[in-house]
């Protein structure tokens, strides 16, 4: 539908995508218009699996009708489709999109799904505008009823195949590039690897060391809240600084060594001995399947992962690492994006939501004045 509203990204911000931020650099475009000055904009792509009793795997596979613009009469994905925007976008809502696409193009409902897992992020080209492709892998139930939508599919020739036929399909028949690639690392993987942790020695029971990631831009009551609770139950956390080869912009002004002051501060006014507390510089990498083993290279062995971000959440889950339960309170209160933009509209109500010593370190580091500054370049 031209009217509607997509998921867009400028090409330089692309990057930021594989490190989770989505919500910072997308902007809302009309379909009509992203297309005709071929913008780039995020799309789904949903490949579905379902096992009989018998164990045999059949691949629920899409013919497009032939009336298509792009690729007609050409087999691929299960559904795909675009994202649209919506404020605070991120992964879960994104996994949305990707549901309601099959329910669109096959009539499968949410609810017939067993289980979903992100897979990865590509770049794809569809008349030679740039989209970025969230990719994920479904289980549904065996024999589950199909009502294929003959205004976008073949209805005759979309529908579950077995190994044998979707080898002779990929091989045969017209398909798109970027699904066969992805069917082919399906077909080549066992099915349970494709919806368990890949590594679940990596599970453990000890409660010694966890890990918490956030950017603490700047470092607020939410972050010591988690925090704390964290040293409830673990007698030690590693804390890793995110993107922390990014400062001086609007969404990070501050640096990884501000940042490790602001954690340094909050443990010494609390008492919190240096034995249960290790901090850590983390920066990106723009490679969202390494960025797990990035990590770890650095931060060493933990025995749990704590985050209330769904891409970290389901990185590590991808994995095989334990994440625990999301800690959080008045989450859109206790948001560093929302002081960041009260401390640049002048409104002292920022404060209560920070630290006194954090605030302090602030304002000794001129951050009031730079985040101003910062703002007013951005928007030149």
């Given at each position: 539908?031209?009217?509607?509203?997509?998921?867009?990204?400028?090409?330089?911000?692309?990057?930021?995508?594989?490190?989770?931020?989505?919500?910072?650099?997308?902007?809302?475009?009309?379909?009509?218009?992203?297309?005709?000055?071929?913008?780039?904009?995020?799309?789904?792509?949903?490949?579905?699996?379902?096992?009989?009793?018998?164990?045999?795997?059949?691949?629920?596979?899409?013919?497009?009708?032939?009336?298509?613009?792009?690729?007609?009469?050409?087999?691929?994905?299960?559904?795909?489709?675009?994202?649209?925007?919506?404020?605070?976008?991120?992964?879960?809502?994104?996994?949305?999109?990707?549901?309601?696409?099959?329910?669109?193009?096959?009539?499968?409902?949410?609810?017939?799904?067993?289980?979903?897992?992100?897979?990865?992020?590509?770049?794809?080209?569809?008349?030679?505008?740039?989209?970025?492709?969230?990719?994920?892998?479904?289980?549904?139930?065996?024999?589950?009823?199909?009502?294929?939508?003959?205004?976008?599919?073949?209805?005759?020739?979309?529908?579950?195949?077995?190994?044998?036929?979707?080898?002779?399909?990929?091989?045969?028949?017209?398909?798109?590039?970027?699904?066969?690639?992805?069917?082919?690392?399906?077909?080549?993987?066992?099915?349970?690897?494709?919806?368990?942790?890949?590594?679940?020695?990596?599970?453990?029971?000890?409660?010694?060391?966890?890990?918490?990631?956030?950017?603490?831009?700047?470092?607020?009551?939410?972050?010591?809240?988690?925090?704390?609770?964290?040293?409830?139950?673990?007698?030690?956390?590693?804390?890793?600084?995110?993107?922390?080869?990014?400062?001086?912009?609007?969404?990070?002004?501050?640096?990884?060594?501000?940042?490790?002051?602001?954690?340094?501060?909050?443990?010494?006014?609390?008492?919190?001995?240096?034995?249960?507390?290790?901090?850590?510089?983390?920066?990106?990498?723009?490679?969202?399947?390494?960025?797990?083993?990035?990590?770890?290279?650095?931060?060493?062995?933990?025995?749990?992962?704590?985050?209330?971000s769904d891409w970290i959440r389901q990185l590590f889950q991808n994995k095989g690492f334990k994440v625990e339960k999301k800690i959080a309170i008045f989450k859109n209160k206790f948001n560093a994006s929302n002081i960041r933009s009260l401390i640049i509209k002048n409104n002292r109500s920022w404060k209560p939501l920070v630290p006194k010593e954090v605030i302090e370190l602030i304002e000794e580091f001129d951050g009031i004045n730079r985040l101003k500054s910062l703002n007013t370049a951005d928007n030149l």
């Amino acid at each position: 539908m031209n009217n509607e509203i997509l998921a867009c990204i400028d090409d330089e911000n692309i990057k930021y995508l594989q490190s989770g931020q989505i919500s910072k650099y997308i902007y809302p475009i009309e379909r009509k218009e992203a297309h005709e000055k071929k913008i780039s904009h995020l799309i789904t792509r949903f490949f579905i699996i379902s096992k009989t009793p018998e164990g045999e795997i059949n691949y629920l596979v899409q013919k497009r009708i032939k009336s298509k613009s792009s690729y007609p009469g050409y087999f691929t994905d299960s559904s795909s489709g675009h994202v649209l925007w919506t404020k605070n976008l991120d992964l879960v809502k994104i996994k949305k999109d990707a549901l309601r696409e099959l329910e669109e193009e096959f009539g499968i409902p949410s609810k017939a799904i067993q289980k979903v897992r992100f897979y990865e992020l590509g770049d794809e080209e569809d008349n030679k505008t740039k989209e970025i492709a969230y990719v994920f892998f479904g289980l549904v139930d065996f024999g589950l009823p199909l009502n294929p939508d003959p205004k976008e599919l073949d209805i005759e020739q979309s529908r579950f195949y077995n190994k044998i036929e979707l080898v002779n399909l990929l091989k045969n028949e017209k398909s798109v590039d970027h699904s066969r690639k992805i069917w082919r690392i399906i077909l080549n993987t066992d099915i349970n690897s494709l919806f368990e942790n890949e590594m679940e020695l990596k599970i453990t029971r000890s409660n010694d060391i966890a890990l918490f990631i956030g950017r603490f831009q700047p470092l607020h009551h939410g972050h010591v809240y988690v925090l704390r609770n964290i040293l409830k139950s673990y007698k030690k956390v590693k804390i890793g600084i995110g993107s922390s080869q990014l400062s001086n912009t609007t969404n990070d002004p501050f640096t990884n060594a501000e940042r490790e002051e602001f954690l340094n501060a909050v443990f010494k006014k609390r008492n919190i001995s240096s034995n249960r507390h290790k901090i850590y510089y983390i920066p990106d990498i723009f490679n969202a399947k390494k960025w797990v083993d990035h990590v770890v290279s650095i931060v060493g062995e933990f025995n749990a992962v704590f985050s209330n971000s769904d891409w970290i959440r389901q990185l590590f889950q991808n994995k095989g690492f334990k994440v625990e339960k999301k800690i959080a309170i008045f989450k859109n209160k206790f948001n560093a994006s929302n002081i960041r933009s009260l401390i640049i509209k002048n409104n002292r109500s920022w404060k209560p939501l920070v630290p006194k010593e954090v605030i302090e370190l602030i304002e000794e580091f001129d951050g009031i004045n730079r985040l101003k500054s910062l703002n007013t370049a951005d928007n030149l």
